[in-house]
């Protein structure tokens, strides 16, 4: 039972570089999530997507973008990066947008991406 | 503005006894309230939650506590075991507009449970 999968687990870039993390669900959820985690910080919400097709803004987009073209999958690119991107980056998915509202619907989680930027 | 507030970076307790973590927040339109647990090089997993409109979820071992007036709430594991060891994230939940929900979430504080 696979759940969340991220891809790649590690990446170093320059800056400037682009790259795209890869985010795939095998439980037929509907909403998916990218979050980013710092240092002494909570998880921050990049971009999330309500369907297949359709992809809207969270707290922090600036520099990211997203692509949901498959239910299963959820992209998110990064078009010139920069040392403020580094960060570890967490897909998560959801079968609605309550996100564990009541306890039976949670967000899961993947094992994340660790980037950096030199 | 961090409308959902952990103030303790850390907590150490012994095995076997009570570890208690605690979450604030400002945002009185938050309608449910989750704790997720996190452990090193692992995405964070849902641990229990709770609505708006009760004051306590149990669920074995772990126990929520919410404080509406206090706008205050908080985890309670016993007894503590060393596997509990691991960052715990507040979350809160509320509508951002039309029917979508926006999850925050806290710093996270790091139980270290003692053998």
């Known amino acids: 039972n696979a759940g969340v999968t991220q891809t790649p687990k590690f990446r170093v870039l320059k800056t400037g570089q682009s790259m795209t993390l890869l985010c795939a669900q095998d439980?037929?959820?509907?909403?998916m999530y990218w979050y980013r985690q710092d240092p002494g910080m909570g998880l921050r919400l990049i971009h999330y997507s309500v369907g297949e097709g359709t992809t809207a803004k969270g707290e922090v987009p600036d520099g990211y973008n997203v692509s949901r073209l498959k239910k299963q999958n959820f992209l998110l690119g990064l078009e010139s990066a920069a040392p403020s991107q580094t960060s570890v980056y967490f897909c998560?998915?959801?079968?609605?947008?309550?996100?564990?509202?009541?306890?039976?619907?949670?967000?899961?989680f993947g094992d994340g991406t660790r980037l950096s930027i030199l | 503005d961090q409308q959902v507030k952990q103030n303790s970076p850390s907590l150490s307790v012994q095995e076997g006894r009570i570890s208690i973590l605690n979450c604030d927040y400002t945002?009185?339109?938050?309608?449910?309230f989750l704790w997720y647990k996190k452990y090193p090089a692992e995405g964070p997993t849902f641990l229990i939650s709770?609505?708006?409109?009760?004051d306590k979820n149990e669920d074995g071992r772990f126990t929520v506590f919410l404080n509406k007036s206090a706008k205050h709430l908080s985890l309670h594991i016993v007894p503590s075991q060393p596997g509990d060891s691991a960052v715990y994230f507040c979350a809160a939940s509320a509508r951002s507009g039309g029917s979508n929900y926006k999850l925050t979430f806290g710093k996270g504080t790091l139980l270290t449970v003692n053998p």
């Open positions: 439980m037929n959820h509907e909403y």
């Open positions: 998560a998915s959801s079968y609605d947008l309550k996100g564990g509202a009541g306890g039976n619907q949670p967000q899961h």
């Open positions: 945002n009185s339109m938050f309608d449910y």
């Open positions: 709770i609505s708006s409109i009760k």
